[in-house]
T-cell receptor
Framework: NAGVTQTPKFQVLKTGQSMTLQCAQD?????MSWYRQDPGMGLRLIHYSVGAGITDQGEVPNGYNVSRSTTEDFPLRLLSAAPSQTSVYFCASSYSAGGFTDTQYFGPGTRLTVL | DQQVKQNSPSLSVQEGRISILNCDYTNSMFDYFLWYKKYPAEGPTFLISISSIKDKNEDGRFTVFLNKSAKHLSLHIVPSQPGDSAVYFCAASAFRDDKIIFGKGTRLHILP
């Protein structure tokens, strides 16, 4: 199993550009989520999904869109990048979530810089 | 409003001694708690968890203690080893809520 994969590893954007961060998992996990990590801010939840076709907002959803058309993939879209979105983005997946939460497996991250 | 707080940004501990990392939470609905470890340029990896029906969970050198009345948990690492130098995140979730909320992390330095 490859686990959770993220592409690209690094990306530089100009303000106003759009892009999609890719996330895929091959563990047949129902739950997937996106976090951003900023210095001094820890990991903050952006969006999450409890299964194909179901997504919901996390703590910091503004400026980001997600969709979940398959169990395996959970892309994160930046519609109009802003310097405040400069961060390291992590995708994670687990068999389920809520209650006695299953362990989340994290991808290696995408380091995004917005100029 | 921070629901999961790790008030110590960093901690230095001598190799072989005990490392104690602390975490406080404000949401009384949280009933499952996790610790993750993160090395630079890697994603976080799961370390240990505890549910609210327990007050202690042990896995090798790692023990997590939960004090529900104080809304406080701690991670003990005994003995501390050089490979334990990393950032440790505390996380929490509530039954019937699909969000998993993380703290800001504590950077642990194990000194030789």
């Amino acid at each position: 199993n490859a686990g959770v994969t993220q592409t690209p590893k690094f990306q530089v954007l100009k303000t106003g550009q759009s892009m999609t961060l890719q996330c895929a998992q091959d563990m047949n996990h129902e739950y997937m989520s996106w976090y951003r990590q900023d210095p001094g801010m820890g990991l903050r939840l952006i969006h999450y999904s409890v299964g194909a076709g179901i997504t919901d907002q996390g703590e910091v959803p503004n400026g980001y869109n997600v969709s979940r058309s398959t169990t395996e993939d959970f892309p994160l879209r930046l519609l109009s990048a802003a310097p405040s979105q400069t961060s390291v983005y992590f995708c994670a997946s687990s068999y389920s979530a809520g209650g006695f939460t299953d362990t989340q497996y994290f991808g290696p991250g995408t380091r995004l810089t917005v100029l | 409003d921070q629901q999961v707080k790790q008030n110590s940004p960093s901690l230095s501990v001598q190799e072989g001694r005990i490392s104690i990392l602390n975490c406080d939470y404000t949401n009384s609905m949280f009933d499952y708690f996790l610790w993750y470890k993160k090395y630079p340029a890697e994603g976080p990896t799961f370390l240990i968890s505890i549910s609210s029906i327990k007050d202690k969970n042990e896995d090798g050198r790692f023990t997590v203690f939960l004090n529900k009345s104080a809304k406080h948990l701690s991670l003990h690492i005994v003995p501390s080893q050089p490979g334990d130098s990393a950032v440790y995140f505390c996380a929490a979730s509530a039954f019937r809520d699909d969000k998993i909320i993380f703290g800001k992390g504590t950077r642990l330095h194990i000194l030789p």
